[in-house]
Every structure is written in structure tokens, then in C-alpha cells.
């Protein structure tokens, strides 16, 4: 990226490298003169650009060779960026999706590769040296990953801060003591850490013509960044281990939020809602006991006369809730003998009142009421121990059996070739 006059925007100029030279026979021009290198221009790999939403959508990766040196190669790894605007509106449903899917597209890409030797984490406000929520995000996301790769992630983690470029000179000052600080800051937030991560700074832009604050001597950081690279072991990335981001986690809180807010509407309603479901077990016991097929029909032309009445001055499209319900009980009141009809109105009824609502009605009604007067949850948990228990000896029994016939059979067919050979002999 260059920088010129006179608005000084940044604008990316192709770098030009030296085209494969042609075969011995071929490099000489019609003159019979030996040809010129030609020079080529070189597209940038990973896109980059100032704007308000990033340009990095997926993992990629490429071959590449430092700065040209074609006797340091590497693969290079690009990233989407951690406070990547897809994830802004934490609260929406398509922002956790695309945070998900960034996510799984990181993971499942790494474990590809199976090995990486440095992770470059960027830290893109050197001036305030500040350790904002996103990058402490992507610190703790590489920790949790690579719990169990076998080694310490942090011996192959390195910061950088960008925007470091030698025709500025803003990012230099205190330039020492805020490395040492972040690397203390660091520490802190990642207990796992238990090392000075190496901090270093780079720039990738220049300007044209250079100013006199330009310090083309001094190093911005790449050849320590590669001293570090090319020194890194091999780093496992085979048990990478899954990370709770931002979507899983405000997933959670709605989950739990929403949680909250059944259970105090159930300690209000549970009273009605035991009333519906006593009143729904009578129902099924006079339906099934009690009321003669002729009146259950009977009860059904009432039902539909009274669906008939509540509907016919609703406007089309506003079909009141209730008499659909109505409507559908008025045909289930004739006894059938399945369990059909019992299963069919249990479902209704679970609609009507909400299942939501009529689980967390009864949990209210166990914890407050069954539970501390009667402890079923105590002979639950030794019912279940004495099943379990149960269980395995049958298994343990039929896998005797199975045994046992196996052992018969041999038996009998070592019998089966004897009385053969026998024959045989005869």
C-alpha cells in the first residue's frame, strides 16, 4: 500500500518480480542478443481495504515466499478478523449463524492442516495499547483450542501491532513500555500463560516521496517475525477442542433468560393449568365410562352448533382460536375403540395450554408442593441405581447363554465329524 499526494489515501500497487526465465535456446531476441528479464506484476493474495465491513469472509491460505526470498517459504493463513462486523448485532439470529459459521470454517480448515508453527494475533490500536473485549476474544478462543495439542499454545503465539509504518512516527512513542505492559496484560486475563508473548510491530504501507521522518534503516518487525516463524516447532492442531464464542454464549443467555420467564409465569398459572388438566381427565373418564355413544353424539351436534355460532360473524382470515379447538373436541367426542382418539385429544390439549407452559406448570407443582412433603427424588434416584443394576445382571446372564450355546454347538458338530470320520473308516 502507497500513500500519495494529495489526499494521501492508501492504494495498493502491484509489486513487480522477475518472469521465469526461458529455456537456454529460447533467451535471445531477433537480433540474436540475449533477452531482458521481463518484469511482472504481482496481485495482492489476501484483499485488504479501509472500510466500514471486512473483506476477509473465510479462511484462506497460500504458499508463499518472504518477501521474495524463495529460500524462506511458508504457508500463510488469513483469518476473518475477530470484531468482524457479521457478529455486531450479537442479538439477531443472523449474526450468530454467520459467527457460528466463521467458527466452523477456522476449525474444521486448521484441523486440515494439521500442524501450524505461529499464530499472529494483531492488535490494531498501538496508541492506546488498550486489550479491547475482541482481541481478549481471540486470545482466549486460541487457548481453549489448543488445550490438549500437547504443548503450550502461548510458545507459538506472537502480537503485532499494525499500522506501524516508518513514515509514521505516532506509534513509537513509549513504544518499549507498552509491549511490556500488553505482554503483563496478557498474563493476567490468560492463566494458562505463562510466558512474555514476543510484541511486535509491523507495517505494510509507504509513501511517496518518502518524508524526512521515513527511517528505512530501522526494523519494523517482519525479520523478527520471521527469526520467530522459522525457530517455531510443529504445533498439533488434531485435537483441536471446540470454543464457546460470543453466539454460543449469548445463545445461552436468551435460552436462559427465556427459562427464567416460563418458570415465573408457570408459579402463576400452575393453579389454572391443574384445573384444565383435572378437568380433561374427567372428560376422558365420563367419555370412556360414563356417557353413552347417543349423548356423546349428542354432545358433539352441540359442540358443532355452538362452533357454528362463535364463527359465523368472524371476519375471513380471523378464525378465532377457541373454536377450532371446540371443533376438533366436538369429533372426538364419540368413543372409538382405539387409542386414537384418547392420543388426539391428550395433543390438542397439550396445544391448547402450551407445552412450555404445562411442563414447567408441573415442575412448579412437584418442587413446591411433591417434592419437600413426599422426596420422590430420592426413591427415583434408588429405583434407577436398583434398574441399572437389574440390567447388567440380565446382560451378564444372556451373554452366559449365548456362551453356553455357543460352546454346545462346537460340541455338537465335533460329535457330527466324528460319527462322519467314523463312517468314513467303515
Known amino acids: 500500500f502507497v500513500q500519495k499526494p494529495p489526499d494521501y489515501e492508501f492504494e495498493w500497487e ?4 522477475t518472469a521465469p526465465t526461458p529455456p537456454a535456446d529460447a533467451a535471445v531476441d531477433a537480433s540474436g542478443a ?11 493474495l489476501f484483499e485488504a481495504g479501509a472500510g466500514s465491513d471486512s473483506v476477509t469472509k473465510k479462511t484462506s491460505f497460500a504458499n508463499l515466499d518472504w518477501f521474495g526470498d524463495e529460500s524462506k517459504t511458508f504457508i500463510a493463513v488469513d483469518t476473518p478478523g475477530h470484531d468482524d462486523p457479521a457478529g455486531a448485532e450479537i442479538d439477531s439470529p443472523e449474526a450468530r449463524e454467520a459467527l457460528g459459521a466463521l467458527a466452523a470454517d477456522l476449525h474444521n480448515k486448521l484441523k486440515a492442516m494439521k500442524k501450524v508453527n505461529t499464530i499472529l494475533v494483531i492488535h490494531n490500536d ?8 475482541a ?12 488445550s490438549r495439542a500437547g504443548r503450550s499454545v502461548w510458545e507459538h503465539v506472537v502480537m503485532a501491532y499494525s499500522k506501524c509504518n516508518e513514515q509514521d512516527s505516532t506509534w513509537r512513542a513509549g513504544l518499549s513500555s507498552k509491549k511490556k505492559n500488553l505482554q503483563a496484560a496478557i498474563r493476567e486475563k490468560i492463566p494458562r500463560c505463562q510466558v512474555d508473548v514476543p510484541v511486535f510491530n509491523l507495517g505494510g504501507a509507504s509513501m511517496e516521496p518518502p518524508p524526512p521522518i521515513a527511517m528505512a534503516g530501522v526494523s519494523t518487525g517482519f525479520d523478527e517475525l520471521w527469526t520467530f516463524l522459522s525457530n517455531s516447532p510443529n504445533l498439533d492442531c488434531s485435537e483441536l477442542q471446540p470454543f464457546e464464542g460470543p453466539d454460543v454464549k449469548w445463545k445461552q443467555l436468551v435460552n436462559d433468560k427465556d427459562e427464567a420467564e416460563a418458570k415465573a409465569k408457570a408459579a402463576i398459572i400452575y393453579v389454572a393449568v391443574l384445573f384444565k388438566l383435572a378437568s380433561l381427565f ?49 369429533m372426538l ?48 434416584e434408588q429405583a434407577g441405581k436398583g434398574w441399572n443394576m437389574v440390567r447388567s445382571q440380565l446382560g451378564e446372564i444372556a451373554s452366559g447363554s449365548t456362551r453356553a450355546a455357543s460352546a454346545g454347538a462346537d460340541v455338537g458338530a465335533g460329535a457330527g465329524a466324528g460319527a462322519g470320520a467314523g463312517a468314513g473308516a467303515g
Open 135 to 146: 482481541t481478549y476474544t481471540i486470545l482466549k478462543m486460541v487457548d481453549e483450542k489448543f
Open 333 to 380: 367426542m364419540i368413543n372409538l375403540n382405539t387409542v386414537v382418539d384418547e392420543i388426539a385429544i391428550l395433543a390438542l390439549f397439550v396445544s391448547y395450554i402450551g407445552p412450555a407452559d404445562l411442563k414447567y406448570s408441573l415442575r412448579h407443582v412437584n418442587e413446591v408442593w411433591i417434592e419437600p412433603k413426599l422426596g420422590l427424588s430420592k426413591y427415583a
Open 34 to 44: 540475449p533477452a531482458e528479464a521481463e518484469m511482472v506484476n504481482v496481485p495482492p
Open 282 to 330: 374427567l372428560l376422558l373418564f365420563s367419555r370412556a365410562f360414563v356417557l353413552p355413544r347417543s349423548l356423546a353424539a349428542m354432545a358433539a351436534a352441540g359442540a358443532f352448533g355452538y362452533v357454528v355460532y362463535n364463527t359465523q360473524d368472524a371476519a375471513a382470515g380471523s378464525m378465532p382460536r377457541k373454536p377450532l379447538y371446540m371443533a376438533a373436541l366436538a
Open 126 to 133: 498501538v496508541i492506546s495499547n488498550r486489550l479491547n473485549p
Open 14 to 17: 502491484n509489486k513487480k518480480r
